[in-house]
């Protein structure tokens, strides 16, 4: 079984540009997060969905940016214009069942960004 | 505020040797407990979990974890390192807001 494919795994950007970061859940999977992983830190949940629908993005920034999950399966992430502060790593997590404390979450390998 | 608080950034153990990962939890209400693993260029992986019930929680390679409510702490342990061990464990809570807060890791690294 396929886990959760992000792309791309590397990302290297001037600042002010854009840029999106795919992922694939494990199928099946109707709960998706995003996570975002500071250097030296541990993971911050952004966004998680449940099917196509957005139930807790308290900690997105959303003046800049944005995520859907479009059919409840694939989802992206955005961040336009993007600062030096973005440098990251982006990861998405998808799990079964309503998780964490009834499930485990499956997590991506994640997406590198380096904002310049 | 809650939080979870892994003590050592960096821990050095001898092949063989006894693992021991520190976290502690602040919280008014005991959260879940988690422990992931993240081996080079993988994602976090589940090694272990706290619901409720039994205390003494067993992981797979062999690593156990307890929660011990009066300490608030969810130390992760394994009798005898090997190589493979070597990666950076998370410790994380869920405090009844179905999100995981995670520490700021642990990185293991194993002396042959």
């Known amino acids: 079984e396929a886990g959760v494919v992000q792309s791309p795994r590397y990302k290297i950007i001037e600042k002010k540009q854009p840029v999106a970061f795919w992922c694939n859940p494990i199928s099946g999977h109707n709960t998706l997060y995003w996570y975002r992983q500071n250097l030296g830190q541990g993971p911050e949940l952004l966004i998680r969905y449940e099917n196509e629908e957005a139930v807790d993005d308290s900690q997105l920034p959303k003046d800049r940016f944005s995520a859907e999950r479009l059919k409840g399966v694939d989802s992206t992430l955005k961040i336009q214009p993007a600062e030096l502060g973005d440098s990251a790593v982006y990861l998405c997590?998808?799990?079964?069942?309503?998780?964490?404390?009834?499930?485990?979450?499956?997590f991506g390998e994640g997406s590198r960004l380096t904002v310049l | 505020a809650q939080s979870v608080t892994q003590l050592g950034s960096h821990v050095s153990v001898s092949e063989g040797a006894l693992v021991l990962l520190r976290c502690n939890y602040s919280?008014?209400?005991?959260?879940?407990l988690f422990w992931y693993v993240q081996y080079p260029n993988q994602g976090l992986q589940l090694l272990l979990k706290?619901?409720?019930?039994?205390?003494l929680v067993k992981g797979i390679n062999g690593f156990e974890a307890e929660f011990k409510k009066s300490e608030t702490s969810f130390h992760l342990t394994k009798p005898s390192a090997h190589m493979s061990d070597a990666a950076e464990y998370f410790c994380?809570?869920?405090?009844?807001?179905?999100?995981?807060?995670f520490g700021t890791g642990t990185r293991l690294t194993i002396i042959p």
């Open positions: 994380a809570a869920d405090f009844g807001n179905e999100k995981l807060t």
């Open positions: 706290y619901t409720t019930g039994a205390t």
């Open positions: 919280s008014s209400v005991p959260p879940y």
């Open positions: 997590a998808s799990s079964l069942v309503r998780a964490p404390n009834t499930g485990e979450l499956f």
